[in-house]
Structures are given as structure tokens and as C-alpha cells.
């Protein structure tokens, strides 16, 4: 059900690849509400030529850009204030890769140059985006900025490596931003901690499976999956949520606050009668 939240609004929508991407499904939603966007990935992102699927259904341009490359990043900022017309109102920045992830180098063998990469898609591109637009003064007043980020940031989870370094900045750095933003142009930087997630990120994470398995468990109202997530950005994009700003917001059926949950202790009291020897 639609309710009109983004009518009249102007934004662009960074990391949609294919229609598991949570930034798919933000942009889905948020033509459902009313708004108008570009679409940005990298080159090579496009090439896999998915993407024009939903800038169709969309009426949305796509502008490639590497998000760690500030002409790029200029480029799309300019381009999407001539073709929609004006300064942009929302911005989704959902982009994270991890070359140590996928090659498969642990936390206590990572590659130096992979690490810097990692921090540079993951986390800085997010700052060089917010910094090209403050240049470019291009987002509106009272307008959104949000990130996607993952509890990794704050707690220890296997395997997760090097992305929970990045996560962490990336929350730092919209709580900086943000009170800069904020303070000279009354707009709002956000990162919503998302639960783990089936998309082609997510699913580079070792021991997924049992990681979603487990958090679904943990959680009282279970995993929020990527059509909830966008469900929240819109909120987070629409006038409802002005006063928000520089948090970090979970979004995860209440992982973040859980410690022990009946499921998990009975689990343990079962396995621990058995190990002791209780039969
Ligand atoms: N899937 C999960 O479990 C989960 C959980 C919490 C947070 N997140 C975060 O959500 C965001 C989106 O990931 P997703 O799960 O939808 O996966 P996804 O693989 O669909 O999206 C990641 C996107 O990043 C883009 N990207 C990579 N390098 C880039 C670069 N240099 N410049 C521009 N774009 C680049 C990719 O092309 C891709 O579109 C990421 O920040 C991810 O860390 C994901």
C-alpha cells in the first residue's frame, strides 16, 4: 500500500545491482511513493545490464559512477540536478565490498591494500559523496541522507572481517557529517543497521546461513528482510522524520537488544545436561 510519503521528491539511489539488492528495493518503494531518482553503480555493475530492468519500471535514469572517485561522483550529483530538474531531497548510499571477504583472507591475515579498498568503497565513498553534494549544495533543505550499516559495527560476529572496520566508520562519519549538515543546511544523515540479508553482499559473509538462522532466533519479531528495510528508508526519506538525524537506527526485530532468549537458553540447558553427562 502506498501513501503518497515521497510526493514531490528528488533523490538518488546508489548499489542497486540485482532485485535482491536492498537498494532495489528502496527504489521500488520509493516509486510507489511518488518520488523521482537517478540510479548510480559502477561500470561494471551496469554491465551485468540488470539495473535497466528498474530504471524502466522506475522512469529512472542511470548514471555510472565508482563512488570512491569524486569526478564520478560530481558528475552524478550535476547530472541528476539538470535531468530531474533541481537540487535532490533523498539519498541512499548502499555500497559495500570487501576484497579480503571475498578472497577469503581472515581478520588476522587481511591484505593492507584490500583493507583500503574495503574502507574506501565501504565507509569513505560515503563521506565523499556527502562532501561533493555540501560543494554542490545540492540537497534541499530538510532533506535525507542515509546509509546502510550492520550491527558488526558495535558487536563482534564470525567472519564478518575487515566489513565491521568499515561499518563502524561509516556510522562515524554520519554522525559528523550530520552535525555539520544539520547545523548549515538543516538536513538529516542517518545509517540504519540492517538484519543480515539475502543479496549478493550478504551472501559473501562466511557462515551466512547460520548466521541469518541465528539472529532470526534471537530476534522476538525475527529477521527484517530487504523489503522492510526499504520500507523504513522511505520513512527515513519522507517529512515524517525531520528531527532525526546522526543515529545510528537498528533495523532488526530487536537482535541489537537481546542478550538471552528462552529459545537459546533451553538450547543451552539441553546441550549442557548432555555434556555433562546427564544421560
Ligand atoms: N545483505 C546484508 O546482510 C546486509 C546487512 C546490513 C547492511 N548491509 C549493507 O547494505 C548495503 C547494500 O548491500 P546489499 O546487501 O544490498 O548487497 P548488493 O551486493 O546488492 O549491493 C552492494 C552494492 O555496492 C555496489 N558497489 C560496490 N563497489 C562500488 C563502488 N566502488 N562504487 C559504487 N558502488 C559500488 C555494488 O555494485 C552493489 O550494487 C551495503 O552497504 C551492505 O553492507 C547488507
Not at 36 to 49: D, I, K, M, Q, W
Not at 108 to 124: G, H, R
Not at 171 to 193: D, H, L, M, P, Q
Amino acid at each position: 500500500m502506498a501513501y503518497n510519503l515521497l510526493k514531490g521528491k528528488r533523490g538518488i539511489i546508489f548499489g542497486a545491482l540485482d532485485e535482491k539488492s536492498i537498494a532495489w528495493k528502496v527504489a521500488e518503494k520509493a516509486y510507489e511513493e511518488g518520488a523521482v531518482f537517478t540510479l548510480s553503480n559502477t561500470p561494471t555493475a551496469l554491465r551485468f545490464g540488470e539495473i535497466n530492468a528498474l530504471a524502466e519500471k522506475c522512469n529512472a535514469t542511470i548514471i555510472p559512477a565508482d563512488a570512491t572517485n569524486l569526478d564520478d561522483l560530481t558528475h552524478v550529483f550535476e547530472q541528476s540536478m539538470e535531468i530531474m530538474g533541481g537540487k535532490v531531497d533523498f539519498i541512499l548510499h548502499s555500497i559495500g565490498m570487501s576484497l579480503n571477504v571475498r578472497k577469503k583472507r581472515v581478520y588476522n591475515d587481511l591484505d593492507y591494500n584490500f583493507l583500503n579498498k574495503t574502507l574506501d568503497i565501504s565507509a569513505v565513498s560515503f563521506h565523499k559523496m556527502l562532501q561533493v553534494a555540501f560543494k554542490l549544495d545540492a540537497i534541499s533543505r530538510w532533506g535525507s541522507v542515509v546509509a546502510l550499516s550492520y550491527i558488526a559495527a558495535q558487536r563482534t560476529l564470525y567472519g564478518y572481517n575487515d566489513m565491521a572496520d568499515a561499518k563502524a566508520l561509516l556510522e562515524s562519519i554520519a554522525r559528523s557529517f550530520g552535525y555539520i549538515y544539520g547545523r548549515e543546511r538543516k538536513i538529516r544523515v542517518n545509517t540504519i543497521s540492517q538484519s543480515p540479508t539475502l543479496t549478493t553482499a550478504g551472501s559473501g559473509v562466511k557462515g551466512v546461513g547460520s548466521l541469518m538462522d541465528f539472529t532470526d532466533r534471537m530476534s522476538p519479531l525475527g529477521n527484517a528482510d530487504a523489503d522492510e528495510c526499504a520500507d523504513y528508508c522511505v520513512t527515513l526519506f519522507s517529512d515524517l522524520t525531520r528531527k532525526v538525524t546522526m543515529q545510528n537506527l537498528y533495523h532488526d526485530g530487536g537482535f541489537s537488544s537481546m542478550g538471552m532468549s528462552l529459545k537459546a537458553m533451553n538450547i543451552y540447558d539441553k546441550n549442557l545436561e548432555s555434556a555433562l553427562g546427564g544421560d
